[in-house]
Nanobody
């Protein structure tokens, strides 16, 4: 069993910052890519940022220059530092990880439960 647990969401004023964390736990052999996605009301879930096990990073155009993704491989944890937040960043943010579980022969895609980020004055 693999679990992703997110933390760090909340309410912030425009121009403010938040830091999201996501820790993977359970029967894990290895983790490949980790990342963050978000879903605003009435919209589809979309990419925010991903980071490979080797450190290759990909950002959505809308967050480039404002958000920074990082990971701590020994802790199986991924972070998202969000700066210069705007109301358009309001969404539920989901952590994602591509995991090779113990006693499995394939990689599986896991999601966290989501954490709400609200940017409002």
């Amino acid at each position: 069993q693999v679990q992703l647990v997110e933390s760090g969401g909340g309410l912030v004023q425009p121009g403010g910052s938040l830091r999201l964390s996501c820790a993977a736990s359970g029967s894990i052999v290895s983790i490949n890519a980790m990342g963050w996605y978000r879903q605003a009301p009435g919209k589809q879930r979309g990419l925010v940022a991903t980071i490979s096990s080797g450190g290759t990073i990909n950002y959505a155009d809308s967050v480039k220059g404002r958000f920074t993704i990082s990971r701590d491989n020994p802790k199986n944890t991924v972070y998202l530092q969000m700066n210069s937040l705007t109301p358009e960043d309001t969404a539920v943010y989901y952590c994602n990880a591509v995991v090779l579980p113990t006693a499995r022969l394939s990689w599986y895609n896991y999601w966290g439960q989501g954490t709400q980020v609200t940017v409002s004055s």
